[in-house]
């Protein structure tokens, strides 16, 4: 079984063969010659050794043997003919195994020893040799013994053997595709040269035989032509070992051994030696006259090219002697060869051709049979012939169905099979099988759970091809965004926005002509799609109206704050900021302002403040929100920052204006990235008209991080903003972020004059709109009292109000409904601790990340003197035992500290609170 293992291996599965080579350090072209048998070898080599070279040949006798027996032939003559393909087996797989390669060589060896087999043991048979007396007459008898020999049909099977060998070195893993056309060319001419030299003396040496007083075809003739071909073996194997003074003589002696052994073996009166004699010295032969043009013009052209200059070789031979001993016309012999060759060459075009039907018949049987097994079976599919056939190219029918039986009774080795066929020339079976698979998870949905889970099902490939799916996945992950929310209202109010969306895509999807087939019934999935959208369109309108139900049930209040995410342009609850809008409307008008940084603490509302930009701007103001903690900074190289940074500000276009910008494929950048991208901006520039383009880059310092990596060039990103600002008036560049430019030197130089636009806390008009009235019908009421100590204790800070007003709400929801909508002086109290808790990921950042050790000192101790204590300079330097001038500066430009009465307390008591409790 190992041994035809093998020969699946070279024939249909070279991937296994290379595996199994890999496994015992050896190249899968590797030749005897190149081994070193003074040292051990490994038992898996071994065990290759005796499968190949003891193995193949009895099963080439065996075949060999049935094949005459159902022929009717005697039994001299089949085993005459067994012997005959043995020794042609044996005697090639040695002599090309030794310099041209293992698996070229049992490759042709085993299909030319059948081959020659069949046909010696069925045309010539012991009979006739007897009766001719082989080797004793002149040379008139025997050349009616080679006549014998060159029948038209043994000429087709002797060139089977180069068939064999031409595809068999097209297994080869030495790819010639890098090697020059001209370096081809100059090895093709080498090799074919050489083989016409070779060819012209054997064809001078029979035309000299066949004149009369020849010499006759005795031991000595014979030991002369082993002599001959010792010669040309010995060439190749110094060639290939480059040991000259050890191969050619060694070919020499071994020539004319094999040579006199051929000439006295024919003599015996042996139905088997002399098979042996005339199987092995055919093969010998054969091998020696491809061996030289191969190996020679191998190591200049690459393989297929030497394939074909040793096939001319070797198959010439027997043309010469078929035009000229056996007396037929090169009319009939030449086309005859040359198809010969041709189909060996092509094999790999043809044979996946003429299988295909079978094939496809044996793998619809395994299908029916995985159809029939149940889960605790394992299934068949392994058995499938894309998994033993690399060559077969043509489409394997059915293959898609089997794979989405398997992902779905199987699903790890339905996996594995897609990972390995994604490989292969059946690609196209496991993008089908993904598609179907991911449409039928998305058929299956039937709660808002399911619909959850599709982000995290979805299969690869057809994921990332498909913007249908990417749609899906998307809504997936805005439905899962939606349900996160803290307060039924703001869950409502997310996948109302989800609703809309998936109205939109029902209408753009109309318009599709075509996508995702279906195996079942070959027709396409447009509708399926639409049916699809909208079936989770009554599952998320169902959920919507659920959540309402059990709102109006429990008498809720619902709470409209958003804690830890950005205010989009489409939630009622971002307040304020219109005087901050009003200046960065001045500064984008006036000419001589270059460029913008938006600067404020984290959680001070300024990605919100750029979500909102659309609505607060004027309308010749188009603003371009990008968010550089996304795609565009996860780049890795120019071409993929300026990609995404164009996609990202085409969609800003887009959403906040209606402005279509024109499109920008990531091809388009791959040569010359950031002039392409000037160019591209150029034709922005033409459809801005009068308008101005307001690029805002939103948390800029992560920048840092990429030039630091190496993955993009510092000055490059920052001159081609430089260059946008100095050169492009319509274009105007807003950075955002929590440091200024002091902290980066190395911007300042390039962003000059940059204006500074601060984002602080909420005015106390603004903190009352969003404490008592964040959305219209707030159902909560404050006592002022109340109001007044959520002031107190946030500092009008945006982040912490919501914070704190949330959770005052979940307090009040589980309070009795007579007092429910009435919050007090306590009620705001009581909620403070959960508060701290639930954002201690907020509190938690400024003790690690925005202070240093003696900072964070200072916060303690001053946290720890209670509310609304002060503490002096004096007090803290005793504190600290040194100077704390240069420390409570930075604290201050942290917004976390102020001056009071000469000296210092906590700008905000909830962060004074939280330091406090972690003293």
């Given at each position: 079984m190992g041994s035809l293992h093998l020969l699946?291996?070279?024939?249909?599965?070279?991937?296994?063969?290379?595996?199994?080579?890999?496994?015992?350090?050896?190249?899968?072209?590797?030749?005897?010659?190149e081994i070193n048998w003074r040292q051990p070898q490994p038992s898996a080599l071994k065990r290759l050794l005796i499968q190949g070279y003891v193995i193949l040949p009895l099963l080439v006798g065996g075949v060999v043997g049935l094949g005459l027996w159902g022929l009717s032939v005697s039994g001299a003559d089949m085993a005459f003919g067994m012997a005959v393909g043995m020794a042609a087996s044996v005697a090639g797989s040695l002599a090309g195994g030794m310099v041209v390669g293992v698996a070229v060589s049992l490759a042709s060896s085993f299909i030319s020893g059948i081959v020659?087999?069949?046909?010696?043991?069925?045309?010539?048979?012991?009979?006739?040799?007897a009766e001719l007396g082989w080797g004793l007459g002149s040379a008139a008898a025997s050349v009616g013994v080679l006549q014998s020999f060159i029948h038209p049909v043994s000429l087709v099977g002797i060139n089977a053997s180069n068939v064999a060998a031409s595809v068999a070195v097209s297994l080869s893993p030495r790819k010639s595709d890098l090697i020059p056309v001209s370096q081809k060319l100059g090895g093709a001419v080498l090799g074919i040269v050489l083989s016409l030299s070779g060819l012209w003396a054997v064809a001078q040496a029979t035309t000299q035989l066949l004149r009369p007083g020849a010499i006759p075809l005795n031991t000595v003739s014979?030991?002369?032509?082993?002599?001959?071909?010792?010669?040309?073996?010995?060439?190749?194997?110094?060639?290939r070992t480059q040991r000259w003074r050890i191969a050619i003589p060694m070919c020499l002696g071994l020539g004319a051994f094999i040579g006199t052994a051929v000439g006295l073996g024919l003599n015996v009166n042996s139905a088997v030696v002399r098979g042996m004699v005339i199987g092995g010295g055919n093969a010998a032969l054969l091998t020696t006259l491809f061996a030289l043009p191969y190996v020679l013009t191998e190591s200049i052209a690459g393989p297929w090219i030497a394939a074909i200059v040793g096939t001319i070789g070797s198959g010439g031979v027997y043309i010469i002697f078929a035009s000229l001993i056996g007396g037929l016309s090169l009319q009939l012999t030449l086309p005859i060869s040359l198809v010969c060759i041709a189909l060996g060459l092509t094999m790999a075009q043809w044979r996946p051709i003429l299988l295909y039907p079978v094939q496809i018949l044996w793998n619809q049987c395994l299908y029916r049979l995985d159809t029939q097994r149940t889960e605790h079976q394992s299934s068949v599919l392994r058995w499938h012939t894309v998994f033993w056939d690399e060559f077969q190219y043509l489409p394997l029918v059915g293959l898609d169905q089997h794979l989405v039986l398997a992902l779905e009774s199987w699903a790890q080795e339905g996996q594995a099979a897609i990972d390995f066929i994604d490989r292969t020339p059946q690609r196209w079976a496991a993008h089908q099988a993904q598609v179907e698979l991911n449409i039928r998870k998305l058929e299956q949905c039937r709660t808002i759970a399911d619909i959850c889970q599709v982000q995290k099902t979805i299969l690869g490939e057809a994921t990332e091809e498909s913007h249908l799916f990417r749609i899906c996945q998307q809504i997936s992950l805005d439905v899962d965004?939606?349900?996160?929310?803290?307060?039924?209202?703001?869950?409502?109010?997310?996948?109302?926005?989800?609703?809309?969306?998936?109205?939109?895509?029902?209408?753009?999807?109309?318009?599709?002509?075509v996508y995702v087939?279906?195996?079942?019934?070959?027709?396409?999935?447009?509708?399926?799609?639409?049916?699809?959208?909208?079936?989770?369109?009554?599952?998320?309108?169902?959920?919507?109206?659920?959540?309402?139900?059990?709102?109006?049930?429990?008498?809720?209040?619902?709470?409209?704050?958003?804690?830890g995410i950005p205010l989009t342009g489409q939630q009622a609850l971002f307040v304020g900021r219109t005087d901050i809008s009003q200046r960065i409307e001045q500064l984008v008008r006036d000419d001589r302002s270059p460029a913008l940084l938006l600067y404020g603490q984290r959680r001070m509302g300024k990605t919100s403040l750029l979500n909102n930009l659309g609505r607060l701007l004027p309308q010749t103001i188009i603003p371009l929100f990008v968010d550089l903690q996304g795609s565009a900074s996860r780049a890795q190289d120019h071409t993929g920052f300026l990609y995404n940074l164009a996609k990202a500000m085409s969609a800003a276009a887009k959403q906040y204006r209606g402005v279509q910008f024109p499109p920008l494929e990531r091809s388009d950048l791959a040569v010359d990235p950031f002039t392409q991208f000037e160019e591209w901006l150029d034709e922005v520039g033409v459809l801005l008209g009068n308008r101005t383009a307001l690029l805002a880059l939103d948390e800029f310092e992560v920048l840092v991080g990429a030039f630091e990596q190496g993955r993009f060039d510092e000055s490059a990103i920052l001159g081609m903003l430089r260059h946008l600002i100095q050169h492009r008036p319509q274009f105007k560049v807003l950075?955002?972020?929590?440091?200024?430019?002091?902290?980066?030197?190395?911007?300042?130089?390039?962003?000059?004059?940059?204006?500074?636009?601060?984002?602080s806390y909420l005015t106390e008009p603004e903190a009352l709109q969003l404490i008592t009235n964040p959305i219209p019908e707030f159902e909560l009421?404050?006592?002022?009292?109340?109001?007044?100590?959520?002031?107190?204790?946030?500092?009008?800070?945006?982040?912490l109000i919501q914070l704190l007003c949330a959770e005052i709400i979940a307090l009040k929801n589980e309070q009795g409904i007579t007092i429910r909508r009435w919050a007090t002086l306590a009620d705001v109290e009581a909620a403070v601790p959960q508060a701290l808790t639930s954002a201690s990921f907020f509190f938690t950042d400024i003790e690690q990340n925005q202070v240093s050790v003696?900072?964070?000192?200072?916060?303690?101790?001053?946290?720890?003197?209670?509310?609304?204590?002060?503490?002096?300079?004096s007090d803290l330097n005793q504190y600290l035992n040194k100077p704390v001038d240069s420390l409570m500066r930075h604290l201050r430009q942290q917004d976390l500290i102020q001056s009071v009465d000469g000296g210092y307390c906590f700008q905000v008591e909830l962060i004074r609170r939280w330091f406090a409790k972690v003293s």
């Open positions: 699946c291996w070279f024939f249909f599965h070279p991937s296994a063969w290379k595996h199994h080579l890999r496994s015992i350090n050896l190249r899968p072209d590797f030749c005897l010659a020659v087999g069949l046909l010696f043991g069925v045309m010539l048979g012991t009979t006739t040799l014979f030991a002369l032509l082993g002599l001959g071909m010792g010669c040309f073996y010995g060439i190749a194997l110094g060639w965004a939606a349900l996160q929310q803290r307060s039924s209202y703001n869950q409502r109010l997310a996948l109302s926005a989800v609703l809309e969306r998936l109205d939109t895509q029902r209408q753009v999807i109309r318009g599709d002509a087939p279906r195996p079942a019934n070959n027709d396409y999935r447009i509708a399926g799609f639409r049916t699809i959208f909208q079936a989770w369109h009554q599952i998320i309108a169902q959920q919507i109206e659920t959540l309402q139900t059990e709102t109006d049930q429990n008498q809720e209040i619902d709470s409209p704050y958003i804690i950075l955002s972020g929590t440091h200024t430019l002091e902290a980066f030197k190395s911007w300042a130089s390039y962003l000059i004059n940059l204006q500074v636009v601060p984002v009421q404050y006592e002022p009292d109340a109001v007044q100590r959520v002031i107190a204790l946030t500092h009008c800070h945006p982040f003696d900072e964070l000192a200072i916060l303690k101790y001053m946290a720890a003197r209670g509310e609304g204590n002060a503490i002096t300079a």
